[in-house]
C-alpha cells in the first residue's frame, strides 16, 4: 500500500511568499533565516559584553609599552612605522646570513647533481662482452670507436624493457632541472652580493654603457678610491 502511495502524484508544496501589503520589506524571511541572523546577533551581543567586563574590571594602574608607541587615528590604534627598525650593521649581518644559506643550497645541489650524474654515467657505460679491435693508427682508432660506441647505444636500448627507459628519461629531466636551479640561486647569490655591497660607505657611482669595458646586460658600479690611513 505505501508502495502504491509513493507511486501517486503528490502537489508541489510551494513556500508562502510575502504579502501584498507588506512587500515593502522585501522577501518573507524563512525560519532558517531567522536562525542566521539570531545567531550572528547573539555572537556580536557576547563580544560587546566581554569588553564591557573587561573596561569594568580593568586595572586603572596598568601600563604597557604599546600604550606609548601606538596612536589612535578615528578610534583605530595605529602602530609606528618599521621602515627603520634595524641599523645598517643589523641589515647587513642579515644579508650575509640569507646568502649563507643560498650558498649551503647551491652547494647541496652541486653535490646531488654529481652524485645523479655519475650514476646516469655508470648505467650507459654498463661493461659488455665484444670483440677486441686493432687499428693501425689514432684516426682508425677514433672511428672505430665511434662505430663502436653507436652500436654499443642502439643495442642497449633495444635490449632495455619501457619502464627503464622511463626511468632513465625522467631521471635525466631532474638533473637538468637541477642544474637550472643552481643557475638560478647562483644567479640570486650575484644579485644579493651586490646589493650588499651598495649598502656599504662609500662614494660609488653606475657606469655608463660606452663607460664599460666588458658589454654586460647587468648594471656595472665604481666606487671612488679612498685613502687607507
Known sequence: ??????????????ERAQPEARKKFGLLEKHKDYVVRAKAYHKKEQALQKLKEKAAFRNPDEFYFKMVKTRTVGGV????????????????????QDMGYIMQKIQSEKKKIEKHAAILHSLDNRSS?????????????????????????VSIDENLPDHVKRKTAASYRELE?????????EKLYMDMALKKELQKKGRKRK????????PT??????????RKR
Open 77 to 96: 590604534h595605529r602602530t609606528e612605522s618599521e621602515a627603520n627598525k634595524y641599523t645598517l650593521e643589523e641589515l647587513l649581518l642579515m644579508k650575509t
Open 177 to 185: 632541472a637541477r642544474k637550472s636551479r643552481v643557475n638560478d640561486l
Open 217 to 226: 646586460s647587468k648594471p656595472v658600479y665604481k666606487w671612488r678610491a679612498e
Open 207 to 214: 657606469l655608463r654603457e660606452d663607460e664599460i669595458v666588458c
Open 1 to 14: 500500500m505505501s508502495s502504491l502511495r509513493n507511486a501517486l502524484p503528490r502537489r508541489a508544496h510551494k
Open 129 to 153: 662482452k665484444g670483440h677486441v679491435y686493432y687499428a693501425e693508427d689514432r684516426e682508425e682508432a677514433n672511428e672505430l670507436q665511434l662505430k663502436k660506441s653507436a652500436h654499443t647505444q
